[in-house]
T-cell receptor
Framework: DADVTQTPRNRITKTGKRIMLECSQT?????MYWYRQDPGLGLRLIYY???????NKGEISDGYSVSRQAQAKFSLSLESAIPNQTALYFC???????????FGPGTRLLVL | AQRVTQPEKLLSVFKGAPVELKCNYS??????LFWYVQYSRQRLQLLLR??SRESIKGFTADLNKGETSFHLKKPFAQEEDSAMYYC?????????????FGKGTKLTVNP
């Protein structure tokens, strides 16, 4: 769904570096989410936001932080990247009526 | 504890055969369940949700509260059904809500 975009799509970084993954949406949804996907572990929720002033930790928030700059933008930061944060990261928005989540294309992150 | 269990990591069937992807859940509230699909190198997308009771791409899923299951079924699998399938449970707690995903089942439909 082109209404949810993520940048960059691929990123290689080194241990200890700070990086930011960005998510933008044009769906007008208030609710946005960050997940990581690992083989054999499925998707796990990192952070979620119900509006620009409401940010909540998910099940695996340690080592991550987020910023909701506007309704349309929700960024995920790794303050000091470590190799076990190598994963595929997905941003999603949620339709408040239909309850459907719409996912971005994902950012593939490799931490060396 | 709220969780979603997909017991099969891998499932392989032949084209035209029936397929069933299992999903069990644990949740004290009224469950709202979804199936998401991820085709190779594509983003996750909603396949179906139990409330709508619809059939998408020939797939159906029935919520069985007695067995706490929401298995995904298709009578005749097609090669293009090969993908990762995730069962998900919407959890509502104290005004917040979030999706909890199972670990996924990789379906391969062989010619």
């Amino acid at each position: 769904d082109a209404d949810v975009t993520q940048t960059p799509r691929n990123r290689i970084t080194k241990t200890g570096k700070r990086i930011m993954l960005e998510c933008s949406q044009t769906k007008g949804h208030d609710r946005m989410y960050w997940y990581r996907q690992d083989p054999g572990l499925g998707l796990r929720l990192i952070y979620y936001s119900f509006d620009v002033k409401d940010i909540n930790k998910g099940e695996i928030s340690d080592g991550y932080s987020v910023s909701r700059q506007a309704q349309a933008k929700f960024s995920l930061s790794l303050e000091s990247a470590i190799p076990n944060q190598t994963a595929l990261y997905f941003c999603a928005t949620k339709d408040p009526i239909g309850e459907t989540q719409y996912f971005g294309p994902g950012t593939r992150l490799l931490v060396l | 504890a709220q969780r979603v269990t997909q017991p099969e990591k891998l499932l392989s069937v032949f084209k035209g055969a029936p397929v069933e992807l299992k999903c069990n859940y644990s949740y004290s509230g009224s469950p709202e369940l979804f199936w998401y699909v991820q085709y190779s190198r594509q983003r996750l997308q909603l396949l179906l949700r139990h409330i709508s009771r619809e059939s998408i791409k020939g797939f159906t899923a029935d919520l069985n509260k007695g067995e706490t299951s929401f298995h995904l079924k298709k009578p005749f699998a097609q090669e293009e059904d090969s993908a990762m399938y995730y069962c998900a449970l919407m959890i509502t707690q104290g005004g917040s809500e979030k999706l909890v995903f199972g670990k996924g089942t990789k379906l391969t439909v062989n010619p």
